[in-house]
Nanobody, 123 residues
Framework: QAKLVESGGGSVQAGGSLRLSCTHS????MAWVRQAPGKKQEGVAA???????NYADSVKGRFTISQDNAKNILYLQMNDLKPEDTAMYYC?????????????????????WGQGTQVTVSS
């Protein structure tokens, strides 16, 4: 069973940046998902074993997902943060490819999840 541990969350002002990290055990299909209070889970970004990435429209051009395969760390670089980015951010992983359409539609589909790291953006 994959163990995922997120870090890097915090409080920033609008326009600021944060980089989230997720240490994992080497799974190849990974994603970042967020959930704001009172809202359903939202797929933010995903990366496949071949490096293919996908992003929610709301974060395109501002967020970048990447992998350090040597260290087994997944990253989410978040720039130009907005108050609407405020949420708990979760790292998700699976041993099989999960279609972006599934993550985009449901905010789920992955078998393994971390505990989450809080991101708060103030205006």
């Amino acid at each position: 069973q994959a163990k995922l541990v997120e870090s890097g969350g915090g409080s920033v002002q609008a326009g600021g940046s944060l980089r989230l990290s997720c240490t994992h055990s080497g799974t190849q299909y990974m994603a970042w998902v967020r959930q704001a209070p009172g809202k359903k889970q939202e797929g933010v970004a995903a990366i496949d074993a071949d490096g293919t990435t996908n992003y929610a429209d709301s974060v395109k051009g501002r967020f970048t997902i990447s992998q350090d395969n040597a260290k087994n760390i997944l990253y989410l670089q978040m720039n130009d943060l907005k108050p609407e980015d405020t949420a708990m951010y979760y790292c998700a992983a699976d041993q099989d490819p999960i279609p972006w359409a599934v993550l985009a539609a449901t905010g789920g589909g992955y078998n393994y999840w971390g505990q989450g790291t809080q991101v708060t953006v103030s205006s």
